[in-house]
């Protein structure tokens, strides 16, 4: 079975840093399109960055300048390094992995094969 579990959460003062982890087993996602989406309570679920097999990127127009997505194939790890974090980016975070012709940040969530169980990310003085 395939198994994404992502780490790295917690809570920050404003302005501070996280560095997510989403490790998975079960399968080698270097093929795959895999992505960050976040939701925060009484919102939808967005997506915040994605990255391709070729490692193409692409950011949500709010984090754009603040988050970097990577990924690690060797380590079938996927990451995403937050810095200068918001209060509006409290929210549980979710990495997600899908064979996809395009691989961006608005592709939609239904288009993903697997989910991670998600980490919380709370911002708060």
């Known amino acids: 079975a395939i198994e994404m579990v992502e780490s790295g959460g917690g809570s920050v003062q404003p302005g501070g840093s996280l560095r997510l982890s989403c490790v998975i087993s079960?399968?080698?996602?270097?093929?795959?399109?895999m992505a960050w989406f976040r939701q925060a309570p009484g919102k939808e679920r967005e997506g915040v960055a994605a990255?391709?097999?070729?490692?193409?990127?692409d950011y949500a127009d709010s984090v754009k300048g603040r988050f970097t997505i990577s990924r690690d194939n060797a380590k079938n790890s996927l990451y995403l390094q937050m810095n200068n974090l918001k209060p509006e980016d409290i929210a549980t975070y979710s990495c997600?992995?899908?064979?996809?012709?395009?691989?961006?940040?608005?592709?939609?969530?239904?288009?993903?094969?697997?989910w991670g169980q998600g980490t919380q990310v709370t911002v708060s003085s």
């Open positions: 997600a992995a899908g064979i996809l012709y395009d691989c961006f940040v608005d592709t939609s969530p239904y288009g993903f094969n697997y």
């Open positions: 079960g399968k080698t996602l270097s093929r795959y399109c």
């Open positions: 990255i391709s097999s070729d490692g193409s990127t």
